[in-house]
């Protein structure tokens, strides 16, 4: 009986619908190739293996094959199997040209484009990545795997990263902790999870800041949690606002060092009031250390966890923004009464990235390597910085005011009064470049309105001003 499973994007067989067989796989492989799915120089299968797999006899293939042959689609190379012709010039041009794919808006205006466009948030100086030392450490780690090695990863991550990981918050981050208490997770995500299944419960209310980064609150919704927005001033979350809207809040959610998105710091009589509160509460304070280490007016500061003196505060960093996103990992440091607790929940979750990125990463930490990247990068990002914000401010002009930043990895710009923010990060999405709306990171009424811009990966003034022009165009 002929299969009737499409097979490679390729239309299925179909044995009534009036073409022969042989036809219909012929038709099915110059369609393939026309429309670049098998591209010259691709091997296809043997006529043997074809008529197994789609239930036909071989001589239906063959015959197939042999069209293909005589009209140049493919080459028999003997042994050597069966080829698309190497030289072969697409027959028909594809029907449309498809947009830049990208994930769905999520509701609170989140895009990711599949490839990386100006401006994106979030995304490091991947051009200026280490990537020769990475794979040389990568290939001497497999040249050292052993057997134990190929076996699951521990769920709460490779001791020797969480070793590394700790010696290094101490030095940097100002945070007294032992490797027990780093959780190694595969991002800012599965962190989240962590703490919602290990300290919240359904029907919970959690703070988070106002503006806010929106993937939060849609975490927090998915776990049927509460999300109670907090605004911030110049000296980050309002903790009187905080305490009047919402006393009972079990938890809080902070970007301390550079609040996410407007960039100020947390002061420190706040962080003073933010650990007073979550003791009087006995609730929990998720502090998310996205790009603590990208300061440019001063030294980083220290984290809000270092002077946590009650074990309140979790501390979530990744290393997406200092290194690269696609090896999803990043960590969780929790206080020592609730390490037991959660290393269950890790073994329930049990969402660890792969021991072998773990160990690159452990080298590239022990041998010195990560504190260089951080100290190169942000010398870079210092200089990229400024020349994005002289690039678009002389683009731009009075339309647009660029926000000065201390820390962090984008600038905002903020509207003149006669712009929409959404329609106009729309309109850059449609010509090629990334925005998001700033009012889209809030729940409030009469939101603030701005765009958020990535500079990361802005490599000149000329740059910026040319990418300016095109936004001016647009508004």
């Keep these: 009986m002929t299969d009737q499973r499409p097979k490679d994007g390729m239309p299925p067989l179909a044995p009534d619908n009036g073409n022969p067989l042989y036809r219909q796989i012929y038709d099915r492989f110059r369609g393939a190739i ?28 063959e015959v197939a094959y042999s069209l293909l042959v005589a009209e140049g689609y493919i080459q028999a190379r003997g042994q050597a199997g069966t080829i698309v012709a190497p030289d072969l010039q697409p027959q028909a041009p594809p029907a449309a040209v498809l947009p830049v794919p990208e994930t769905p808006d999520d509701g609170h205006g ?9 401006f994106q948030m979030g995304v490091p100086a991947l051009d200026e990545f280490p990537r020769k030392l990475w794979a040389r450490l990568g290939a001497r780690q497999l040249r050292g795997l052993q057997a134990p090695d190929l076996s699951y990863p521990p769920s709460n991550g490779l001791m020797g990263l969480r070793t590394a990981v700790a010696a290094y918050l101490q030095v940097a981050r100002g945070i007294h902790c032992q490797p027990s208490e780093v959780f190694i997770t595969s991002g800012y995500n599965h962190s989240m999870q962590l703490v919602m299944r290990a ?94 280490e990208y300061r440019y007016a001063s030294r980083p500061l220290p984290a809000l966890k270092s002077l946590d003196a009650q074990g309140r505060v979790l501390y979530a960093g990744s290393f997406s923004k200092v290194l690269f996103p696609g090896m999803r990992l990043a960590y969780l440091v929790v206080p020592a009464a609730q390490v037991a607790r959660f290393d269950r929940i890790c073994r329930l979750l049990s969402g660890t990235a792969p021991g072998l990125t773990q160990s690159i990463l452990s080298a590239f930490m022990t041998e010195g390597h990560f504190g260089r990247h951080i100290q190169r990068m942000r010398r870079l990002y210092g200089e990229r910085r400024n ?21 962090g990895m984008h600038l905002v710009a903020r509207m003149d009064g006669r712009q929409w923010d959404q329609p106009l990060a729309a309109r850059m999405r449609e010509q090629g470049m990334y925005a998001h709306a700033l009012s889209r990171w809030s729940s409030l009424p009469n939101p603030h309105e701005g765009l958020l811009l990535g500079f990361t990966n802005i490599a000149s003034e000329t740059q910026a001003h040319a990418l300016g022009l095109r936004i001016k165009a647009l508004m």
């Design 387 to 407: 020349a994005t914000a002289a690039g678009l401010a002389a683009a731009l002009g009075p339309g647009m005011r660029i926000d000065p930043q201390p820390g």
């Design 110 to 118: 989140w895009h990711r484009p599949a490839v990386i466009l100006p």
């Design 34 to 61: 026309a429309q670049g799915t098998l591209a010259p120089g691709d091997r296809v299968p043997s006529a043997r293996a074809l008529a197994k797999e789609m239930g036909v006899a071989r001589g239906t293939v």
């Design 199 to 292: 300290l919240l419960a359904p029907g919970d209310r959690v703070w988070v800041e106002d503006p806010g980064y929106p993937p939060t609150r849609a975490l927090l919704a998915q776990a049927r949690m509460q999300a109670a927005p907090v605004p911030v001033d110049q000296d980050g979350m309002m903790m009187a606002e905080g305490i009047a809207r919402c006393a009972d809040a079990k938890a809080a959610v902070v970007t301390p060092a550079h609040q996410s998105p407007l960039s100020m710091s947390l002061s420190l009589p706040r962080r003073q009031a933010l650990l007073e509160w979550a003791e009087r509460q006995q609730a929990w304070i998720v502090e998310d250390d996205y790009d603590g």
